[in-house]
C-alpha cells in the first residue's frame, strides 16, 4: 500500500513537471513566433498585439529562467538571512514592508519619463529597432543591474551605491560615482522639465490642468496631516475627483477666450514657471507637496498604464510606422545620428538605466522584508517598466509616420509654417497635409500640434488615439489627450520633486565638508541656498533646452541618454567586482556582459556628441558652425557657450567612468590571479525571526 503511494505521487510529480515543461516550451515557442514576425515582416504592416505577446514571452521567461539563475547561483539568495529592515527596524527608514506594497513603492520610483519618452523618440527609425533592444537589454542589462545591486545593497545594511564603489573598488570610484550621481540628477531633471515645457507651451487646456493638481496636492497633505489623518482611501477618492475636475475644468478655459489667454504660455515662461516650482517643492516641508504629489502621481500612473495596456489588447491596433525608416542612415530630424549608438542611448531607462540603481541601493533596500523578496522587487519591477517602454512604442507607432514627424520633429529643420513643415516631411515619404494636422489639433483641443518636441505630445496623441478608439469614440479624444498630458506632466513634476530634493540633500552632504552647518538638513539658511543651487544647476539646462532653435532634445536627451548609461556602467562595474570578490568569476558574464556593451555604446555616443564633424551631432561642431556663419550677438555667444559646456560635461564624464573601469579591472585581474586577497564586505550573518514566524 505505502509503495502504491509513493508511485502515484511519483506520476503526480513527474505529470506536473511534463506539463510545466509543456507550457515553458509553448511560452518558448510563441516568443520565438512573435519575435520573428516582428524581425522578419517586410511589405506589410503588423498588429501591434505582436509587440505585447513577444514582451510578455520574453519577460515570462526572463524572470522564471534568468532571475532564477542569478538567484541561486549568484548570488545565492538565503531565506534564513535576516534584512536590514528587520535587524535595524526604527519605524523611519528601516521598515519591513510587504512586497507587493514595496513592489508598487519601487515601480512608482524608478518609473521617470524615460520609459515614455525614449521610445517614442528612437521610434524615428522605425518600431524594429527599439522594440528589440528595450526587450533584451531589460531581461540580461536592465533588469540584472536592478536586483544585483538591490541585493548587495540588502547585504550591506542598505548603503547607497556610491558608498558600496568607495569600499568595493576604492576612492576614485567612489568619487566618481559621486560626480556621476549628481550630473544625472543634474540633466534628468533639465530634461525632463523641457518635455513638460514642450508639452504645455501654448495649450491653456494642459497649463490649467496641470496647475490645479499643484492645489489638489496641497489639499491631500493637509487632509491627510490635520483633517483625517490615515484616511487614505477618502483622500484617494477626492483627489481622483477633483483631477477630473481639473480636466474638464481645462477644456473650459481653452474654449473661453476671456479666460484661455491667461493659460495660453510662451515656453521661456513656462520655464521660468518650473524653475520656480522646482525652488518651492525643495524647501517646503515634504508632508505639503512631495509627499501628495507622489501618491497622486503613483495612483494616476499605474491606473493609466493598466488602462493603456488594455485599450492595448481591447482595439489591437495596426502600427502604421514601417520597421526600419530612411533615417537609420543618422540623417533624423528628431535627433541626428545612426542607430548605433544613438538608439540605445536615447531608449534608455526603458532597457537599463543608471538611475534605478539610486533607487535600488537608497530607500528600496531599507523596506524589503526578506532576502528572497529582491527578486520580484528588483528584476520584477524593472520588467514592468520596460513593459511601459514597449506599450510608449506602440503608441508612438499607431501614428502615421506622417503625423508623429509632424508633432516631433524642430521647426528649424522642417519648417516655420504647417505648409513648409508638411511639404518638407511629404517630400521624406510620409504624406500628411497642413489641413490633416489642423484637424487633428482641433480634435484633441490644441492650437497647433507641429513641432512639438520632446515626445510626450505624440505620446499623448497616440494614446488618445487608442483610448478614443476603444473608450468613447472621437467626441471624448480631447479629454483622453490632456489626460494623457496630465500623465506624463505630473509623473515627470515628481521626478522634478524628489529629484530636486535629492540633489539638494547631497549638496549639502558636499558642502557639509566645507562648513559643518550647511549640512544640517533641517537649517533653514542651508536649505534654501542648497536649493537654489541644484535648480539653478538643472534649470541652466532647461533653459538652454528652451532656446535651443533645434528643440532641445536634440542635444539635451542624448546627453540625458548619455549620463544615464554611464552611471549604469559605474553600478555594474561595482556588480561585478562584488561578484569577482565572491569568489565567483566563473559567473561574472551576468553582469560583465551587459557592462561591455554599454561601455561601447556610451564612449562612442560621448566621442560622436564631443567630435563628430556634424554640427546637428558634435557640440563643438555646432559651435564652430554658429561662430562661423552668424553676427555675433549675445544670444549666439550664449549658444556657443552652451555647446562647449555639453562637450565639457560629456567629456568630463567619459573620462571619469574611465577611470573606476581601469580601476575595477585591475582589482578583477589581481583577485582572480590570486596576487590580492580580499574578504565580503557584507553585514553579519543575522538569522531572520520571519521565517518562524512563517512556519508557525
Known amino acids: ?10 506520476k ?63 548570488l545565492a539568495l538565503d531565506a534564513r538571512r535576516a534584512t536590514p529592515a528587520e535587524r535595524l527596524e526604527d519605524g523611519r527608514d528601516f521598515v519591513p514592508t510587504n512586497k507587493w506594497v514595496l513592489f508598487g513603492h519601487h515601480f512608482a520610483a524608478i518609473a521617470g519619463p524615460g520609459p515614455l519618452v525614449g521610445p517614442v523618440l528612437a521610434a524615428q527609425f522605425g518600431y524594429l529597432p527599439g522594440t528589440l533592444w528595450i526587450l533584451i537589454g531589460a531581461v540580461f542589462g536592465g533588469c540584472v543591474q536592478d536586483f544585483v545591486i538591490l541585493l548587495f545593497s540588502v547585504r550591506r545594511d542598505g548603503k547607497s551605491l556610491t558608498e558600496m564603489a568607495r569600499e568595493e573598488i576604492g576612492i576614485v570610484g567612489g568619487f566618481v560615482a559621486y560626480a556621476a550621481v549628481i550630473s544625472i540628477i543634474v540633466i534628468l531633471l533639465g530634461a525632463g522639465a523641457l518635455i513638460v515645457v514642450n508639452a504645455l507651451k501654448a495649450s491653456p487646456w494642459g497649463v490649467f490642468t496641470i496647475a490645479m493638481t499643484i492645489p489638489i496636492a496641497v489639499f491631500m497633505g493637509f487632509y491627510l496631516r490635520h483633517l483625517r489623518p490615515g484616511k487614505v482611501l477618502e483622500v484617494s477618492f477626492l483627489g481622483f475627483i477633483f483631477v477630473m475636475l481639473a480636466i474638464w475644468g481645462g477644456q473650459w478655459v481653452s474654449q473661453t477666450p476671456a479666460v484661455a489667454p491667461w493659460f495660453t504660455l510662451t515656453a521661456p515662461t513656462l520655464a521660468v514657471i518650473i524653475i520656480i516650482y522646482g525652488f518651492a517643492a525643495s524647501a517646503l516641508p515634504v508632508w505639503l507637496l512631495l509627499a501628495p504629489r507622489d501618491y497622486l502621481s503613483t495612483f494616476v500612473k499605474l491606473g493609466t498604464i493598466g488602462l493603456l495596456a488594455l485599450g492595448i489588447v481591447a482595439l489591437h491596433p495596426t502600427l502604421q510606422m514601417p520597421p526600419l525608416t530612411r533615417f537609420v542612415d543618422g540623417s533624423g530630424p528628431i535627433f541626428a545620428g545612426k542607430i548605433f549608438p544613438f538608439a540605445f542611448i536615447t531608449i534608455a531607462c526603458g532597457a537599463i538605466s543608471g538611475f534605478h540603481s539610486l533607487i535600488s541601493s537608497g530607500t528600496t533596500p531599507k523596506l524589503i522584508r526578506r532576502e528572497l523578496e529582491t527578486r520580484i522587487v528588483g528584476y520584477g519591477a524593472m520588467m514592468c517598466e520596460s513593459m511601459v517602454a514597449i506599450l510608449a512604442t506602440i503608441a508612438a507607432c ?24 508638411t511639404a518638407t516631411i511629404s517630400g521624406w515619404g510620409f504624406p500628411v ?32 488615439h487608442i483610448f478614443s478608439s476603444s473608450l468613447g469614440g472621437p467626441a471624448v479624444m480631447a479629454i483622453w489627450y490632456h489626460f494623457a498630458i496630465m500623465f506624463e506632466a505630473l509623473f515627470i513634476l515628481t521626478v522634478l ?25 533641517g537649517w533653514y539658511p542651508s536649505i534654501l541656498a542648497t536649493s537654489a543651487l541644484i535648480v539653478a544647476a538643472w534649470g541652466s539646462f532647461l533653459w ?86 552668424a553676427a555675433p550677438s549675445h544670444e549666439i555667444s550664449r549658444l556657443i557657450f552652451n555647446d562647449r559646456l555639453d562637450a565639457a560635461v560629456a567629456g568630463a564624464l567619459v573620462c571619469m567612468v574611465a577611470l573606476i573601469l581601469l580601476e575595477s579591472i585591475s582589482l578583477w585581474v589581481s583577485v582572480i590571479s590570486g596576487r590580492m586577497q580580499v574578504r565580503v564586505r557584507e553585514a553579519p550573518f543575522v538569522a531572520t525571526r520571519f521565517a518562524t514566524e512563517e512556519q508557525g
Open 1 to 10: 500500500m505505502a509503495r502504491k503511494f509513493v508511485l502515484d505521487a511519483t
Open 12 to 74: 503526480k510529480t513527474a505529470m506536473k513537471k511534463f506539463i510545466q515543461t509543456l507550457t515553458w516550451f509553448g511560452v518558448a515557442v510563441l516568443g520565438a513566433l512573435a519575435l520573428g514576425t516582428i524581425a522578419l515582416h517586410r511589405g506589410e504592416q503588423i498588429n501591434a498585439m505582436w509587440l505585447v505577446v513577444a514582451a510578455f514571452c520574453a519577460y515570462a521567461l526572463g524572470y522564471r529562467f534568468y532571475s532564477r539563475f542569478i538567484s541561486a547561483k549568484v
Open 398 to 421: 499607431v501614428l502615421s509616420p506622417g503625423t508623429y514627424f509632424a508633432i516631433n520633429s524642430p521647426a528649424g529643420i522642417v519648417g516655420q509654417s504647417p505648409e513648409a513643415a
Open 433 to 464: 497635409t497642413a489641413a490633416g494636422m489642423h484637424a487633428l489639433a482641433q480634435a484633441v483641443g490644441e492650437q497647433t500640434l507641429f513641432n512639438r518636441t520632446g515626445g510626450a505630445p505624440a505620446f499623448a496623441v497616440g494614446m488618445a
Open 497 to 521: 520633486d524628489a529629484g530636486t530634493r535629492v540633489g539638494r540633500f547631497m549638496v549639502q552632504d558636499a558642502l557639509s565638508h566645507v562648513w559643518k552647518p550647511l549640512g544640517r538638513t
Open 544 to 629: 538652454q533646452g528652451v532656446k535651443d532653435p533645434l528643440g532641445g532634445i536634440n542635444s539635451l536627451w542624448p546627453l540625458f541618454g548619455i549620463c544615464n548609461q554611464l552611471l549604469a556602467t559605474v553600478a555594474l562595474c561595482v556588480a561585478t567586482t562584488i561578484i569577482v570578490k565572491m569568489g565567483k568569476a566563473k559567473y561574472s558574464p551576468v553582469t560583465l556582459a551587459p557592462l561591455v556593451w554599454l561601455v561601447a555604446v556610451t564612449f562612442t555616443a560621448s566621442w560622436h556628441k564631443v567630435f563628430d564633424p556634424n554640427p546637428r551631432i558634435g557640440f563643438l561642431a555646432h559651435a564652430r558652425q554658429l561662430a562661423a556663419s
